[in-house]
Nanobody
Framework: QVQLVESGGGLVQAGGSLRLSCAGSGRTFSWYTMGWFRQAPGKEREFVAAIAWSSGSAYYADSVKGRFTISRDNAKNTVFLHMNSLKPEDTAIYYC?????????????????WGQGTQVTVSS
């Protein structure tokens, strides 16, 4: 079993920055892919970014490309989401997820483990 715990959410003004963290525990962290998703009220959960654990290759949704950066610290089993130039439409609960393959990165149901989520609110 893998436990994922997100932190770093909060309230920020438009144009500001936040860094989300996701710490993994419970087993050797050899999962191939770590992903970030978000869900706004009344909307479906959507892909934000993913990173391959071994190669560090990163993938982004078009809506965040150039503003968000995903990174990881292998030694600490932690993945980060650096969010810059935040917009009110980025407001959502952000979830960290883990999976054992590099396929279907943008599909929430393909991920095996999820964190509890952290709220990000961007005021205009």
């Amino acid at each position: 079993q893998v436990q994922l715990v997100e932190s770093g959410g909060g309230l920020v003004q438009a144009g500001g920055s936040l860094r989300l963290s996701c710490a993994g525990s419970g087993r050797t962290f050899s999962w191939y892919t770590m992903g970030w998703f978000r869900q706004a009220p009344g909307k479906e959960r959507e892909f934000v970014a993913a990173i391959a654990w071994s190669s560090g290759s990163a993938y982004y949704a078009d809506s965040v490309k150039g503003r968000f950066t995903i990174s990881r610290d292998n030694a600490k089993n932690t993945v980060f989401l650096h969010m810059n130039s935040l917009k009110p439409e980025d407001t959502a609960i952000y979830y960290c997820a883990a999976k054992a393959s590099i396929t279907a990165l943008t599909t929430p149901t393909s991920y095996d483990f999820w964190g509890q989520g952290t709220q990000v609110t961007v005021s205009s």
